[in-house]
């Protein structure tokens, strides 16, 4: 290799990483402008779900929706929400609720009180958001029981999941878990014979 060639392909190969560097600190300062966009974006959804206009309601819970787990700082209005007058507004409150894992806890007490009277598909994602809050669940105990018997699978799937991560608290869903462990879909009854390894070892192992 000449030493022009070697000069010249040196001289690329600084300017390729310097280019990288440059990339990569826009990248960074790009990344926190957004971040800090969504913060703002989050703020004022949160705040048109108190609208007393419907369609500002249900664009304001589409929106958050989409976001998924950054719309987190929005649970304590989301949770207001899920009392909306408009069904499908509550349903976009509940769906987001469901992407936002522990940090749905504090609906636990507002989900457990919406669950019974709400339209399935809303259910769905109520039971899916108590799936995920472990313990915080506890509180919805009764309605997580009766969606055991639930006509929905998938339904009776997620009450089964948010009964295990409960623990041993839900020691007054054995009953309900251990008829689910007969149930006709294969899903529900793993998920109920795990969740019953999880609240009380003892009779799981003593059904084997």
Same mark, same amino acid.
């Given at each position: 290799?000449?030493?022009?060639?070697?000069?010249? /392909?040196?001289?690329?190969?600084?300017?390729?990483? &310097?280019?990288?560097?440059?990339?990569?600190?826009?990248?960074?300062?790009?990344?926190?402008?957004?971040?800090?966009?969504?913060?703002?974006?989050?703020?004022?959804? &949160?705040?048109?779900?108190?609208?007393?206009? +419907?369609?500002?309601?249900?664009?304001?819970?589409?929106?958050?929706?989409?976001?998924?787990?950054?719309?987190?700082?929005?649970?304590?209005?989301?949770? *207001?929400?899920?009392?909306?007058?408009n069904p499908k507004v509550?349903?976009?409150?509940?769906?987001?609720?469901?992407? *936002?894992?522990?940090?749905?806890?504090?609906?636990?007490?507002?989900?457990?009180?919406?669950?019974?009277?709400?339209?399935?598909?809303?259910? +769905?994602?109520?039971?899916?958001?108590?799936?995920?809050?472990?313990?915080?669940?506890? *509180?919805?105990?009764?309605?997580?029981?009766?969606?055991?018997?639930?006509?929905?699978?998938?339904?009776? +799937?997620?009450?089964?999941?948010?009964?295990? /991560?409960?623990?041993?608290?839900? &020691?007054?869903?054995?009953?309900?878990?251990?008829?689910?462990?007969?149930?006709?879909?294969?899903? *529900?009854? /793993?998920?109920?014979?795990?969740?019953?390894?999880?609240?009380?070892?003892?009779?799981? &192992?003593? /059904?084997?």
């Open positions: 290799m000449t030493t022009r060639l070697f000069a010249k /392909r040196y001289l690329a190969a600084l300017a390729t990483k &310097a280019m990288r560097q440059h990339l990569t600190m826009a990248g960074l300062l790009l990344l926190a402008l957004a971040s800090g966009c969504h913060k703002s974006d989050v703020g004022e959804l &949160a705040e048109k779900l108190k609208s007393n206009n +419907y369609d500002e309601r249900h664009q304001a819970a589409k929106s958050l929706e989409a976001l998924g787990p950054e719309g987190a700082e929005a649970v304590p209005q989301l949770t *207001v929400t899920l009392s909306d007058p509550r349903y976009h409150a509940a769906k987001t609720l469901s992407k *936002v894992g522990t940090a749905a806890a504090p609906s636990a007490n507002a989900i457990a009180k919406a669950l019974p009277s709400a339209e399935p598909e809303t259910q +769905y994602f109520l039971l899916k958001t108590l799936a995920n809050i472990g313990e915080a669940a506890v *509180v919805a105990l009764p309605q997580l029981s009766a969606a055991l018997t639930s006509t929905n699978p998938d339904h009776r +799937y997620y009450a089964a999941k948010a009964l295990g /991560r409960i623990g041993s608290k839900a &020691a007054s869903a054995v009953p309900a878990l251990q008829r689910a462990t007969s149930d006709e879909n294969e899903k *529900v009854r /793993r998920a109920a014979t795990e969740a019953l390894k999880r609240i009380s070892p003892r009779i799981a &192992a003593a /059904r084997k």
